[in-house]
């Protein structure tokens, strides 16, 4: 599963950060987490097509997460999509996407499918699965949980190959769940998948928190998930901000993490205060006391989102090819 960070500031756009946008693509799905002002150009350059994207999910309707919703879905007309695109998100998101691209006079030529969204709903989107949880902001806001499919068991090639199973379609047909038959030195041989194919393997997951206090319903829709992608406004130097205005810190996001046993931490919604890259390191070395390898990512970086590792995509492909991690 692949993690493009779009826009990873809070509240407005710096000439460091855009807005929150992150792009989770798996397979021929994506799921935009977020859709902050003036995503469609966060894009350019990047892995992510405006037209590929299934659904968009919004934790809660505060712009800076939502306000890039009408520009998106009139470049994606404009660039000519036709099939239809969900949009998801707490209970007044019908009435907030309604209004919006009713405020100009430019109508889409693609279905818009709204579906409103509540503590512990699920969503189909595609071969991906999205659960939501409630937490703790203000108002609405809802964290997202995205899960893949089940991925095949490992394939044992040694095995295979000391079974003197050539390799090529009777490998595929294994792997397919397939009993084959093979003839070795006149001697026919029926081989099971079983035989040479692990039982199935979780797919991938990533949790997406939004905004909020620390909250135990994020470690919980964490549990074991590959990636938990956490807001983190703020850092312990301003650790009162962030209980006034119902925020974390990185350290806060790092214990939930923690809690939830998760592979990696991303920490996004970087208050727009810190733009100094010593500010950054501070707050990055808060959150790697609790959680070692801890990541705030920059705007257009990409990750393969893999079980208890993570890696850069390849430069090439939109990723700045570097995983930042404690120091
Ligand atoms: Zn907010």
Not at 136 to 159: C, M, Q, S
Not at 302 to 318: A, L, S, W, Y
Request: aromatic share 4%.
């Amino acid at each position: 599963m692949r993690s493009c960070f779009l826009g990873t500031g809070g509240s407005w756009p710096t000439r460091e950060r855009n807005v929150l946008s992150i792009a989770l693509t798996h397979s021929r799905n994506t799921v935009l987490l977020d859709c902050g002002e003036g995503t469609q150009r966060q894009m350019i350059g990047s892995p992510v097509s405006p037209l590929k994207i299934d659904a968009i999910v919004v934790t809660h309707l505060h712009g800076d997460h939502f306000l890039g919703i009408p520009g998106l879905v009139q470049s994606m007309s404009l660039n000519g999509r036709k099939r239809p695109l969900m949009i998801a998100g707490p209970s007044s998101i019908h009435a907030s996407v309604e209004s919006s691209l009713s405020s100009t006079v430019f109508r889409p030529g693609f279905e818009v499918d709204v579906r409103e969204m509540k503590d512990g709903d699920r969503l189909v989107v595609g071969s991906l699965t999205v659960r939501c949880a409630s937490v703790e902001h203000g108002i609405e806001a809802l964290a997202y949980r995205v899960d893949a499919p089940p991925r095949p068991g490992f394939f044992d090639r040694a095995k295979a190959e000391s079974m003197g199973i050539p390799q090529g379609r009777l490998w595929g047909d294994l792997q397919r769940g397939k009993t084959i038959r093979s003839n070795q030195g006149g001697v026919d041989l029926e081989v099971r998948p079983e035989q040479i194919v692990g039982p199935a393997r979780p797919g991938l997951s990533v949790v997406y928190s939004g905004d909020t206090l620390p909250h135990g319903s994020v470690a919980a829709l964490s549990r074991d998930a590959d990636a938990l992608i956490h807001e983190a406004t703020f850092s312990d130097r301003h650790a009162d901000l962030a209980r006034d205005y119902l925020h974390s810190t990185a350290r806060e996001a790092a214990e939930i993490a923690s809690e939830a046993g998760v592979g990696s931490l991303f920490l996004v919604h970087i208050s727009p205060r810190y733009s100094a890259p010593d500010l950054i390191d501070e707050m990055r070395k808060e959150a790697c006391e609790v959680f070692p390898g801890a990541i705030i990512p920059s705007d257009g970086e990409c990750f393969e989102i893999g079980r208890r590792t993570n890696k850069p995509c390849k430069p090439e492909d939109g990723g700045a090819g570097a995983v930042r991690t404690c120091r």
